[in-house]
């Protein structure tokens, strides 16, 4: 059995060999993260305020989400080769370009009934680059998660990622041990210094996206936030929260 997030955190950081975390870095974060509460650089609101994403009010944010932060993952390239881009965005934001774009040209997207038997020529077309050429990273992967995430929602689900997150009844730790239990592909795991540790970044960030997007509310109350690691904290406010001057 993995430890959780937090224990794992504490279990990596006591047995690492090569790298260690620096207390006065921790330090400069909190005061980073706090200057920007302060100043409303970093806000819930600014989740829907960010043009590729959904609002709350949209019928299809949380399987717009749960689409997403399924596909979100290594984006990266060397520095030698061409960024994969989509209008102009890249990383995440490319990703989240492609999809938006799909639902624009009435692509039924956001449904597990489609993505679960999505074909290769399809999600080619949907992730197709602004140069033509360049390719979405690790697409037998993504495609591959596609057909997981959507088939296990079809078979339990009744097809909805929503019906996941009522099932947890405004818990975010039952809502993460639902995700990785359900979706192997969530389920990032590793053994490290004698025990199995466990990171779930997609699966926490996943809680947090819904958090935000909903303001806290309906599908995005929690009673209990707090047990989401800070590493998922930290990613969602340079990724979404955080708008400098």
Same mark, same amino acid.
């Given at each position: 059995?993995?430890?959780?997030?937090?224990?794992?955190?504490?279990?990596?950081?006591?047995? =690492?060999?090569?790298? #260690?975390?620096?207390? +006065? /870095?921790?330090?400069?974060?909190?005061? *980073?993260?706090?200057?920007? @509460?302060?100043?409303?650089?970093?806000?819930?609101?600014?989740f829907s305020q960010h043009?590729?994403?959904?609002?709350?009010?949209?019928?299809?944010?949380?399987?717009?989400?749960?689409?997403?932060?399924?596909?979100?993952?290594?984006?990266?390239?060397?520095?030698?080769?061409?960024?994969?881009?989509?209008?102009?965005?890249?990383?995440?934001?490319?990703?989240? =370009?492609?999809?938006? #774009?799909?639902?624009? +040209? /009435?692509v039924d997207i956001t449904?597990? *009934?489609?993505?679960?038997? @999505?074909?290769?020529?399809?999600?080619?077309?949907?992730?197709?680059?602004?140069?033509?050429?360049?390719?979405?990273?690790?697409?037998?992967?993504?495609?591959?998660?596609?057909?997981?995430?959507?088939?296990?929602?079809?078979?339990?689900?009744?097809?909805?990622?929503?019906?996941?997150?009522?099932?947890?009844?405004?818990?975010?730790?039952?809502?993460?041990?639902?995700?990785?239990?359900?979706?192997?592909?969530?389920?990032?795991?590793?053994?490290?210094?004698?025990?199995?540790?466990? @990171?779930?970044?997609?699966?926490?960030?996943?809680?947090?996206?819904?958090?935000?997007?909903?303001?806290?509310?309906?599908?995005?109350?929690?009673?209990?936030?707090?047990?989401?690691?800070?590493?998922?904290?930290?990613?969602?406010?340079?990724?979404?929260?955080?708008?400098?001057?």
């Amino acid at each position: 059995m993995a430890l959780t997030p937090k224990e794992s955190g504490e279990h990596i950081v006591k047995n =690492a060999k090569y790298v #260690r975390v620096l207390p +006065e /870095g921790i330090k400069k974060l909190t005061q *980073e993260v706090l200057a920007g @509460i302060l100043d409303k650089r970093i806000d819930v609101s600014n989740f829907s305020q960010h043009d590729m994403h959904p609002k709350p009010t949209d019928a299809y944010a949380a399987e717009w989400i749960f689409l997403v932060d399924t596909l979100n993952f290594c984006f990266w390239t060397p520095t030698n080769y061409t960024k994969y881009k989509v209008n102009g965005q890249t990383g995440y934001f490319a990703l989240c =370009a492609a999809v938006n #774009r799909a639902i624009a +040209e /009435g692509v039924d997207i956001t449904n597990a *009934e489609f993505y679960s038997k @999505i074909d290769a020529e399809t999600l080619r077309h949907i992730f197709r680059s602004d140069d033509g050429d360049t390719a979405v990273p690790l697409f037998d992967k993504r495609i591959s998660c596609l057909h997981e995430v959507g088939n296990r929602l079809l078979e339990k689900w009744s097809g909805k990622f929503e019906n996941v997150v009522l099932a947890a009844k405004n818990s975010a730790k039952e809502l993460l041990t639902l995700i990785v239990q359900e979706f192997p592909c969530f389920r990032d795991e590793a053994d490290f210094a004698g025990q199995r540790v466990a @990171i779930y970044k997609r699966a926490q960030i996943l809680i947090g996206d819904l958090w935000a997007c909903y303001r806290g509310v309906g599908l995005g109350a929690f009673n209990d936030l707090e047990c989401i690691t800070m590493f998922t904290v930290n990613y969602m406010v340079t990724r979404m929260y955080y708008h400098p001057p």
